[in-house]
């Protein structure tokens, strides 16, 4: 698929079927993420690859209650300051956000190049998810990714215009 085309079909699905994703494609898209940009590339994030059930379950709880968050492969993306060389309060506290966010971005767009779906997940509890996963770091993004058992209706966006202003 085409970048521009993996740009376009790139939709949440919140519904997804129990069919495992293929090791191949995790593997391709946890490719994807490492290999994001990242601040003097020194990649200040780790991914944790949530397999069981029973952590599943408590990232639910700690996502609201967000069913979805169960899928067949779910990513969490957290930030890992101490990576960070020399950069003072600004890198520690936005520069690991943003590698971290990349990451995940990429990892979104390496998902739906494979045909998969996947909904980014901002909305939950750091510390409860930080305890499920048993880490220290914080986290800043949950991927849950499968294959969608939905079909979402026309993106809408706002104007261009609205958003893109030369100065």
């Known amino acids: 698929m085409s970048f521009f085309k993996t740009i376009e079909k ?96 990429y990892a979104q767009l390496a998902a739906t190049a494979q045909g998969l779906s996947s909904v980014w997940i901002g909305h939950f509890k750091e510390k409860a998810v930080a305890q499920t996963l048993k880490t220290k770091l914080r986290p800043v993004a949950i991927l849950a990714i499968g294959y969608s058992t939905e079909k979402p209706g026309p993106k809408e966006f706002q104007k261009m215009k609205d958003l893109f202003k030369k100065v």
């Open 10 to 105: 790139r939709r949440s699905s919140r519904s997804f079927s129990k069919k495992a994703v293929e090791k191949s494609k995790i593997s391709k898209i946890l490719k994807a993420a490492w290999m994001s940009p990242s601040s003097m590339g020194t990649q200040n994030y780790q991914v944790y690859e949530v397999v069981s059930a029973s952590k599943k379950e408590k990232l639910v709880k700690a996502t609201h209650d967000q069913g979805y968050v169960d899928a067949p492969l779910v990513l969490v993306f957290c930030t890992d300051p101490k990576r960070i060389k020399d950069m003072g309060a600004r890198g520690k506290n936005l520069f690991a956000v943003q590698d971290a966010t990349i990451a995940a971005a």
